[in-house]
């Protein structure tokens, strides 16, 4: 797989040609032209060392001294819009970033098709969008919670790197939603910026929003597969509120994507590194059976069918991310012109209006599963859904293909969209990762094959013993193929003090 500058343009972000200079003269770097915002930059200042405290507090558990070899977004040209460096965490320029303005850019989609896009909020839907940007910001911090304490069993420094790069720029795509609500909503956007800051991922009193996010991330298994799943429904909804009438949200969420690539290529390489690591072994020992557990385990590698059950426990959490495949506050956000499709303004076949079209969703009706014709409008998750699921196929082809290569009769497979949903169309059904729908008691009887079990949680815990000299990597991950802008896989990516 290319290096993450050529994942970047794979993406097909397109950001724009303008260039636009970064104030770098002022606390917080930013392309937004703060300075001349007197109140704004006061309240942005007043949060920065709230930020701060968070970051000290609920960031990367140690290292907050070390030097990182990181990547900072400092400007928004795509030729050359980052810059890399050894800093130390807590002195990372989070900078508010925005996609240059399109000329004469219209609504896409809605019920407000093809008029000019707001750069105000729409008071009839200043509540409406509020939400979106709180649910979205929400994420940001909530994940590095969930990261926290990965740092510590690095299986090297290129991963360490890697993992506290993802943390800064979820960390900056908190900024860049609360330069929103602060810029555009008064005082409740500042009581919003502020609560983003309190919740807690697991917190039993005060949680954030959405599911997946209080989920702990234990290991570094579950933080690939984080980055590869749950990450890529970041992707999603990055990309469907790009297309949003609001300017300033689709500004700052076209530029979000440019980073947003990187985490996806932390977990599609790192799980394929696993992958690497789990035959190179395999084929060592003459062990060709993929389902030999207890010796493979015993190389220090993880088999392949607990790779399985881990991805299917990623997918099926992060799948209840896209809410009910059938809603109204959906359907509502698609109509305002919002929130639209992924590559909405591309789409072809119908109105962008969709008020009298249908789309396939997936419904359990009298113990079966069918697909029903259901107003598009009201389905506009479940397409986002169904788009998130072929767009999760790519890295999934790959891995089959070094596992293919390395001559191992396994693949890795999606399970049913209906497999361990809570949340939905499927949430209390017993769906099996083929598809069938089942009793409990069938269910019960073989959830340890679908899922990980607490004994293969143990194994996984026993592996996570730090690797932090330079070119050291651990025995379960391969080394990748090539290090970060241009450096060697040995090279100090953290200088550990
Ligand atoms: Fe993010
Ligand atoms: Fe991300």
Not at 214 to 221: H, S
Not at 413 to 427: C, D, L, S, V, Y
Request: aromatic residues 10%; contains cysteine.
């Amino acid at each position: 797989m290319a290096d993450p500058e050529t994942l970047i343009e794979d993406n097909a972000v397109v950001i724009g040609d303008g260039f636009i200079e970064v104030s770098y003269d002022d606390l917080i770097p930013n392309n937004v032209d703060l300075s001349s915002d007197r109140q704004l930059l006061r309240a942005l200042e007043k949060w920065q060392p709230e930020y701060i405290d968070w970051w000290k507090e609920m960031g990367p558990d140690g290292f907050q001294t070390s030097d990182v070899y990181l990547r900072t977004a400092v400007g928004v040209d795509p030729a050359g819009w980052a810059k890399f460096g050894h800093v130390k965490m807590p002195d990372y320029r989070w900078g508010i970033l925005l996609a240059p303005e399109v000329e004469g850019r219209t609504i896409p989609f809605g019920k407000h098709k093809g008029q000019p896009v707001w750069k105000e909020v729409p008071a009839e839907y200043r509540s409406l969008l509020r939400r979106l940007i709180v649910v979205q910001g929400d994420t940001e911090p909530a994940s590095v919670e969930q990261q926290r304490y990965l740092g510590k069993t690095a299986p090297s420094l290129y991963d360490m790197r890697n993992l506290f790069q993802v943390n800064v720029e979820e960390g900056r795509h908190l900024w860049a939603m609360v330069y929103l609500l602060v810029k555009h909503f008064g005082r409740d956007g500042r009581e919003e910026a502020q609560a983003l800051l309190e919740r807690r991922s697991g917190h039993e009193d005060n949680p954030r929003i959405l599911g997946a996010f209080n989920e702990a991330t234990p290991d570094w298994l579950s933080f690939f597969m984080f980055t590869y799943f749950t990450d890529r429904d970041g992707k999603m909804q990055l990309a469907s509120l790009a297309e949003s009438g609001f300017d300033p949200l689709s500004r700052s969420c076209r530029f979000m994507l440019t980073e947003e690539a990187h985490h996806m290529f932390v977990g599609e390489t790192g799980i394929g590194r696993t992958i690497e690591a789990t035959c190179a072994a395999m084929k060592q020992a003459g062990i060709t059976d993929p389902y030999d557990a207890t010796r493979i385990r015993a190389l220090g590698v993880i088999d392949l069918p607990l790779i399985q059950r881990k991805a299917n426990f990623h997918m099926s959490v992060t799948r209840d991310l896209f809410g009910s495949e059938i809603s109204g506050n959906a359907a509502a956000a698609f109509s305002a012109g919002l929130k639209g499709r992924f590559g909405e303004a591309r789409l072809e076949g119908d109105d962008h209006q969709l008020e009298n079209d249908t789309y396939a969703v997936t419904r359990v009706t009298d113990g079966k599963l069918v697909d029903e014709a259901t107003p598009a409008l009201r389905a506009i998750n479940a397409r986002l859904l169904d788009d998130y699921i072929t767009d999760c196929q790519t890295g999934i082809e790959r891995w089959n293909r070094a596992i293919a290569k390395a001559g191992l009769d396994f693949r890795l497979t999606q399970p049913h969209k209906g497999f361990n949903r809570r949340i939905g169309e499927f949430a209390g059904q017993f769906i099996t990762p083929e598809g069938d729908l089942v009793g409990e008691d069938v269910w019960s009887a073989r959830k340890d094959q679908f899922l990980p079990t607490a004994a293969d949680m143990a194994f996984i815990d026993s592996l996570m013993q730090p690797c932090h000299a330079p070119g050291e990597y651990a025995s379960w991950i391969a080394p990748p193929r090539s290090g970060i802008n241009h450096q060697p896989v040995d090279y100090e990516y953290v200088r550990i003090d």
